[in-house]
């Protein structure tokens, strides 16, 4: 139980950082917009989308390589930081070497000077201190948070400051800058390692990376292939719609699920060689994400008109339909991300690319062929062929490592909390529309808690006399609630 404890503790630390993250972006950006004009977050959007695709050719895996590893070794560190550095180098250069090409298609020539700073920001990245591996392995996760919440604290004082004397978008590329600068320089304050040059394990680590380096690529092709193709299809307030919900949609992956799946790889890879316990600890986090993530979109499938109104405004409405659609990319996306983890673990990161590059083909070759007249018949075909892909291969790969009987017990839980979740959204109709949208939306997020906690508690109860899985995840909740209690200064155990 030690070992989860502590994948979920880090998971929360990571996922309440990036929380923490975000509302100070979102207090800076309301201060921002105020100073600066639309003209200048476009010109920063462009900027930042160039450099997602430069930032997808200098991802090599090498941090999964070492996560993976039952034991490193300097020479391992030192390799992976080296080849980091060399491919940051080489993305610096050839973002410098094709910006007037980015000049010449966006109209503007400010964007010049713009993305010879941000590939100067490559290579700021890439002399940050690997050492910090050890502290990921360790799941030691405080120091380096202290780093991030640090630098974006920092950034945002920056750029305000900026904002109010240079009134220019140099205020928002000076807030980005100096994040990089203290992630990198805050490495060495919370790590004693010095890297030095060296390929001595390049052999070894490439073979391993290769294959992630073309799925990074495959799988940035991937994300953003559906935009270009809505751009060029369907109306600019489409485009705007579809980009934007999406966008929302993805909040739960991108700063719950995302963050608190990191600790999984090494968490795993500790454990790999005990079969049975890594079977079980499997399932423990798979049910435990899935009863994280299935209330959620639960919720937005169930509450989508009324999510759209409240956070877009009634002008929205026709697209309502879009968050209920996307929402059901966080299951696919939770459930094969966590699975081909199953694959790093293994070394057969080849199959990784495989998958990545069969979705491409197939769902991109359907939208492509499809005649599809609204924006929402091409979201729900997306999804649709994304969720049916993610759950086949996702099979594949438990039963290839655990067998029917592990993947049947995984998907009856599934099924017993998406029961909970139906009936918890049948609830939210008895909450009257005619409210202010605001409490209608506290209203139906407190009800549908109110009956989903309480039945996923009785769940526990029930079944944790019926299977380990569930009697581990009843003591790990145990467990969470007698330290929440402490911490909060009750000296009352709690009890069933």
């Not at 080489?90 to 070497?97: A, E, G, K, N, Y």
């Not at 790093?344 to 599809?372: K, P, Q």
């Not at 924006?375 to 062929?385: D, R």
Request: hydrophobic share 55%; net charge positive; aromatic share 14%.
């Amino acid at each position: 139980m030690a070992n989860v404890k502590k994948l979920f503790s880090a998971s929360m630390l990571l996922s309440g950082a990036e929380v923490f993250r975000k509302m100070v972006g979102l207090v800076s950006t309301l201060i921002l917009v105020r100073l600066l004009v639309p003209e200048d977050f476009g010109i920063i959007a462009i900027a930042l989308l160039v450099m997602g695709f430069f930032d997808a050719l200098k991802q090599l895996g090498g941090g999964a390589y070492l996560m993976r590893s039952k034991t490193i070794n300097d020479d391992m560190i030192n390799t992976t930081w080296t080849i980091s550095f060399i491919s940051n180098v080489f993305t610096s250069s050839m973002l410098i070497i094709f910006s007037p090409l980015f000049v010449s298609y966006y109209g503007d020539d400010r964007l010049q000077n713009i993305l010879y700073v941000c590939a100067s920001m490559f290579i700021v990245s890439g002399l940050a201190n690997p050492g910090i591996i050890h502290l990921k392995r360790a799941q030691n996760y405080v120091p380096i948070t202290k780093v991030s919440i640090a630098g974006k604290v920092l950034a945002v004082i920056i750029s305000v400051t900026l904002a109010f004397t240079l009134k220019n978008y140099w205020a928002l590329i000076a807030g980005q800058f100096t994040m990089a600068i203290v992630a990198s320089a805050g490495s060495y304050i919370i790590h004693s390692h010095r890297p030095k040059f060296t390929l001595v394990n390049f052999k070894a680590q490439w073979s391993f990376s290769s294959w992630l380096w073309l799925q990074s690529l495959m799988g940035y092709g991937k994300a953003q292939l559906d935009t270009i193709i809505v751009s060029s299809s369907f109306s600019s307030a489409s485009l705007g719609s579809y980009h934007t919900i999406k966008y929302l949609s993805s909040f739960p992956v991108t700063y719950f699920i995302g963050p608190a799946t990191q600790p999984l790889l090494v968490q795993l890879s500790e454990i790999r060689d005990n079969k049975s316990y890594f079977e079980q600890q499997f399932a423990v986090i798979m049910i435990a994400l899935f009863l994280f993530a299935a209330p959620i979109v639960g919720f937005m499938i169930g509450n989508h008109l009324l999510i759209t109104e409240v956070f877009l405004g009634g002008s929205w409405t026709e697209y309502s339909i879009l968050f209920a659609v996307f929402s059901i990319s966080l299951i696919s996306s939770t459930l094969l991300g966590n699975t081909i983890q199953l694959l790093i673990i293994d070394g057969n990161t080849r199959m990784c690319f495989i998958i990545e590059t069969f979705s491409f083909v197939a769902i991109y070759s359907a939208l492509l062929l499809l005649s599809l007249d609204s924006i929402q018949a091409f979201a729900i075909t997306k999804v649709a062929i994304e969720a049916t892909l993610a759950t086949l291969f996702s099979v594949v790969i438990i039963v290839k490592y655990f067998g029917w009987k592990t993947l049947l017990q995984i998907f009856f839980q599934f099924a017993l909390i998406s029961i909970i979740v139906v009936l918890a959204s049948i609830t939210n109709a008895v909450v009257p529309s005619t409210l202010p949208l605001l409490v209608e939306a506290l209203l139906c997020g407190l009800l549908f808690l109110c009956v989903y906690l309480p039945l996923t508690y009785t769940m526990l109860i029930v079944m944790k006399k019926r299977s380990r899985v569930w009697k581990y995840l009843f003591n790990l909740f145990h467990k969470f609630m007698q330290t929440l209690q402490l911490r909060l200064g009750r000296n009352k155990p709690f009890v069933e």
